[in-house]
């Protein structure tokens, strides 16, 4: 009698193993179903892919579009600002968080005052007509900035003050003040450090720091 090899002995159950299998039909049906399942992954995915892309093509149009009517706006300013001659006073500036136009404080208000100069009433105001004409979807915020010289609580009255006699000239223009808003810092975000410095240096310092900007943004 021969007795079987190892190697049969290990293969046997295997082959029956496999004859078992092979009689049982519902291991096809699973595995198309799995096939299948994996398909419409695989599908989903892609899909998701494709969404994604346009969502991102569509953001890209729209802030686009943002960005060119703010820049339309900024050319219309500087415009102004260079037909008036105000290059050294009035600035503007095109950034993510919209558009900032800078008044340095002589240019709209007398030392010390929050009522607009008649110099500020007859170069200036034509720079707010421009921001009248404005989209209604964009919002006005007027922040005013003071020196270091003098009481902090009045350079926060003064500062504020003169946000909102900025903002009371644009309500004249007929703009919503639903559109609008005040802020006053007082001296507390200076635009140039005076630490340091002394006589001139000193002073040019504290005349950009008094200043009033203006932002337009959505």
């Known amino acids: 009698m021969t007795h079987p090899s190892i190697f049969e002995t290990i293969l046997r159950p295997q ?8 009689d049982s039909p519902w291991i096809t049906s699973y595995a198309d179903l799995t ?4 398909a419409l ?3 989903m995915l892609a899909m998701s892919q494709v969404n994604v892309q346009k969502f991102d093509a569509v953001s890209q149009v729209v802030t686009r579009q943002r960005t060119d009517s703010l820049d339309e706006l900024k050319k219309q300013i500087d415009a102004q600002i260079a037909t008036r001659g105000l290059s050294g006073s009035v600035s503007t500036e095109l950034g993510m968080s919209g558009l900032m136009v800078e008044f340095l404080g002589s240019v709209l208000f007398e030392q010390g005052s929050d009522k607009l100069s008649a110099f500020a ?5 034509p720079i707010l007509q421009i921001l009248q004409n404005t989209d209604s979807k964009y919002l006005l915020s007027f922040e005013g900035h003071t020196d270091d ?4 609580d009045l350079n926060w009255a003064l500062s504020s003050a003169r946000g909102v006699s900025l903002l009371n000239r644009m309500r004249a223009l007929n703009v919503s003040q ?15 450090s005076t630490e ?9 310092a504290r005349s950009l720091n ?3 900007v203006i932002r337009v943004y959505q």
């Open 15 to 22: 082959r029956r193993s496999r004859k078992k299998t092979g």
């Open 35 to 38: 096939t299948n399942l994996m």
């Open 41 to 43: 992954f695989v599908l």
């Open 121 to 125: 009433a007859r170069e200036a105001v």
């Open 149 to 152: 010289v003098g009481k902090d």
């Open 178 to 192: 639903e559109r609008m808003s005040v802020a006053g810092f007082g001296s507390t975000r200076p635009k140039v």
């Open 196 to 204: 340091g410095k002394s006589g001139e240096e000193l002073e040019k």
């Open 210 to 212: 008094r200043r009033v």
